[in-house]
T-cell receptor
Framework: GQNIDQPTEMTATEGAIVQINCTYQTSGFNGLFWYQQHAGEAPTFLSYNVLDGLEEKGRFSSFLSRSKGYSYLLLKELQMKDSASYLCAARLDSNYQLIWGAGTKLIIKP | EPEVTQTPSHQVTQMGQEVILRCVPISNHLYFYWYRQILGQKVEFLVSFYNNEISEKSEIFDDQFSVERPDGSNFTLKIRSTKLEDSAMYFC?????????????FGEGSRLTVL
C-alpha cells in the first residue's frame, strides 16, 4: 500500500528554524514534493526532490533520502506568514499521480 | 504570470443534481489533473488527462465522474448525481511540457457544497 506520514501540527517561534519531517512507503517512487497551503487556498509549490540530498531555495530547504524513505522541509528565519499547512507528496511514476500526506499545520508564535 | 483558473469558486447544489466544474489550464500545458480535498482532510488524486484522454484515475473516480476537454482550452469535471460526501474543494492542476522539475500549477479551487 501507499503511506505518507508527517506530524499533524508543529509550533515554532518567529525568527527561529523548524524542520518538518515526512516518511513514505510507496510502490514506485519518482520524487517528493513539498507544498504550502494556507487555509481555504490551493497548494503552492515549494520544492521537488528526486535525488538524495539537500535542495536550498532561499529560506526554505528540502532534503531527501530515498534509501530511508525520508524527507524533511527546513524553514529558516520564520515569519508569521509562514503559518500554514505543509503538505508532503510522493510522485509514484511519470504520470504525476501524487500521493499526499495529511499535512503538517505549522503555527508561528511571536 | 500565467495561471490556472477555475469556475465557479463556490457551488451549492442539491443531492442528486449534476455539477460541472470548469478549469482553464495554462495554455501550453499538456497534462491536466483533478484533485479533491474534503474539509480538514488530505488532498486526493482523482484523474489525470493527456492527449484528450484519461491517462490514470483513482478509485474515487467512479462512474459518476467524467472529464472532458470540450474546446481545446477548458477542462471540465462533471459529477452526474452528487452525493453528500462529494462536498469538497476540487482543484484543477496542470503541468508544463518541460515539467521535469515537477511543478504542478494549481487553480484556486472550486468549493462544492452538496445539501
Amino acid at each position: 500500500g501507499q503511506n505518507i506520514d508527517q506530524p499533524t501540527e508543529m509550533t515554532a517561534t518567529e525568527g527561529a528554524i523548524v524542520q518538518i519531517n515526512c516518511t513514505y512507503q510507496t510502490s514506485g517512487f519518482n520524487g517528493l514534493f513539498w507544498y504550502q497551503q494556507h487555509a481555504g487556498e490551493a497548494p503552492t509549490f515549494l520544492s521537488y526532490n528526486v535525488l538524495d540530498g539537500l535542495e536550498e531555495k532561499g529560506r526554505f530547504s528540502s532534503f531527501l533520502s530515498r534509501s530511508k524513505g525520508y524527507s524533511y522541509l527546513l524553514l529558516k528565519e520564520l515569519q508569521m506568514k509562514d503559518s500554514a499547512s505543509y503538505l508532503c507528496a510522493a510522485r509514484l511514476d511519470s504520470n504525476y499521480q501524487l500521493i499526499w500526506g495529511a499535512g503538517t499545520k505549522l503555527i508561528i508564535k511571536p | 504570470e500565467p495561471e490556472v483558473t477555475q469556475t465557479p469558486s463556490h457551488q451549492v447544489t442539491q443531492m442528486g443534481q449534476e455539477v460541472i466544474l470548469r478549469c482553464v489550464p495554462i495554455s501550453n500545458h499538456l497534462y491536466f489533473y483533478w484533485y479533491r480535498q474534503i474539509l480538514g482532510q488530505k488532498v486526493e488524486f482523482l484523474v489525470s488527462f493527456y492527449n484528450n484522454e484519461i491517462s490514470e484515475k483513482s478509485e474515487i473516480f467512479d462512474d459518476q465522474f467524467s472529464v472532458e476537454r470540450p474546446d481545446g482550452s477548458n477542462f471540465t469535471l462533471k459529477i452526474r448525481s452528487t452525493k453528500l460526501e462529494d462536498s469538497a474543494m476540487y482543484f484543477c492542476a496542470s503541468l508544463s511540457p518541460g515539467g521535469a522539475a515537477g511543478e504542478l500549477f494549481f487553480g484556486e479551487g472550486s468549493r462544492l457544497t452538496v445539501l
